[in-house]
């Protein structure tokens, strides 16, 4: 029996993009499909010429093809997507109508389409931060702390690869204006996709990022940052094509400062999580950082201990930066002690190369750490808002 070309473009329009995890038909990534007895050919059209993760996309256009009956031979042939195509793309990954449908409105059973556009919701050309709709399934965990190297980023980027290899689909949104470590942590290797003026998250260990630091070069002084990351921080959210992601988490920057309170502003519903050390004076500094969430109204869900010992070879415990200051936090603010995390070499060093320590030393003591947070994130759920905006009466 023979293969019709029908067949094929079927088989391969279902084929999801590893990149925008959308399939290739909805994308309009499948162009012409040749069947010449038991050989295919298939022309994929990509969104740009230097297209994030095609081997991977090959791989999977060849795998669904080569399965059909009295298929051989693939053969897979990229093209570049004409601007007409790209714009319509565009389009579609901001869930903007495309030849006139209506995504948005009431496809959850309930027309919220009023409140998509509602100030400070949007964004200046009208456009929605999709986490602040009401539908979106989207948690947001802001990651801070009352001051710099904790380890608030090491926290971020490994809490975001448990829930990943939990199954999530994850985002990390790298807010700190004096750090932008995050890629670099994560390991990731190639500059976020550009089609037109949307931005595609970077995607590393199977986790989406997006970060100043891919924007501005690291020499850029603090001042310029600034301002710069307000307007950034927007884009990011409002413009990136994050999809609909289970958790985006956030790096937030040490302290109390300006981009806490824009994030407060665009990201009403952050469940914030605090990260300290042991020693009972940080807890002081870290909780000024927690009372600042709850006076933006963001609500403080845990405390985090970070550097809580070292284990050394004959497995003693060395509580290096004394012992208690996530505990006595945690009662304050009265929150769980969500973890205890241990100084641990694979940590530094993984943070340095990006390998988190979870692919670097799957078994160690900190990766199962980081497995049992993100396992009781997950399952403490998220926080109901109110929003008065929202009641029936
Ligand atoms: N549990 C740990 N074990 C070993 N090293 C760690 C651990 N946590 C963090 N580190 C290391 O400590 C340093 C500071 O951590 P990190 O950059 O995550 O902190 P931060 O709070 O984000 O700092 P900053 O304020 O500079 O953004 C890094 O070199 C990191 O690799
Ligand atoms: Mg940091």
Redesign the pocket.
């Known amino acids: 029996m023979s293969t019709d070309e029908s067949q094929v473009r079927a088989a391969v329009a279902a084929v999801t993009d590893p990149e925008l995890r959308r399939p290739l038909g909805e994308l309009g990534m499948v162009g012409a499909v040749k069947v010449k007895r038991k050989r295919v050919a298939v022309d994929l059209a990509l969104p740009v010429a230097h297209y994030p993760q095609v081997d991977e996309l090959v791989a999977r256009v060849r795998l669904a093809a080569g399965l059909l009956d009295g298929v051989d031979e693939v053969a897979v042939e990229l093209t570049v997507m004409g601007e007409e195509d790209r714009a319509r793309l565009r389009m579609l990954l901001r869930g903007e109508p495309v030849d006139g449908e209506t995504p948005g409105a009431g496809d959850d059973g309930h027309d919220h389409a009023g409140h998509d556009h509602a100030a400070p919701l949007g964004h200046e050309e009208g456009r929605p931060n999709r986490f602040m709709l009401p539908r979106s399934k989207t948690r947001v965990i802001g990651v801070s702390?009352g001051?710099?190297?904790?380890?608030?980023?090491?926290?971020?980027?490994n809490l975001a690869v448990a829930l990943a290899r939990m199954g999530y689909d994850v985002g990390i949104l790298d807010a700190?204006v004096?750090?932008f470590?995050v890629p670099k942590?994560l390991g990731v290797t190639e500059d976020p996709l550009i089609i037109g003026d949307l931005v595609v998250p970077a995607t590393a260990n199977g986790v989406r990022c997006l970060s100043m630091g891919f924007f501005v070069p690291d020499d850029t002084p603090v001042i310029w940052r600034g301002p710069m990351l307000h307007k950034a921080l927007e884009q990011f959210l409002v413009d990136a094509y994050w999809g609909e992601p289970d958790f985006l988490l956030v790096?937030m920057?040490?302290g109390t400062g300006d981009v806490t309170l824009s994030l407060g502003q665009y990201l009403t519903k952050t469940e914030v999580f605090v990260?300290t050390t042991p020693q009972p004076a940080a807890q002081r500094v870290a909780q000024r950082s927690a009372y600042a969430a709850r006076k933006l109204k963001l609500s403080v869900r845990g405390v985090i201990e970070?550097?809580s010992w070292f284990t050394g070879d004959d497995g003693t415990r060395y509580e290096l930066f004394g012992s208690g200051g996530g505990e006595q936090l945690a009662g304050e603010l009265g929150v769980p002690l969500l973890a205890q995390?241990?100084?641990?070499?694979a940590?530094?060093?993984?943070?340095?190369v990006g390998i988190p320590v979870a692919v670097a030393d799957p078994d160690g003591e900190?990766t199962a750490v980081f497995a049992a947070l993100a396992a009781s994130i997950a399952e403490m759920g998220p926080t109901r808002v109110y929003r008065k905006e929202l009641t029936v009466r």
């Open positions: 702390s001051k710099g190297g904790v380890g608030k980023s090491s926290v971020t980027v700190d004096y750090g470590s942590m790096d920057p040490p990260v970070n550097m995390v241990p100084l641990v070499p940590v530094r060093e993984g943070g340095d900190a």
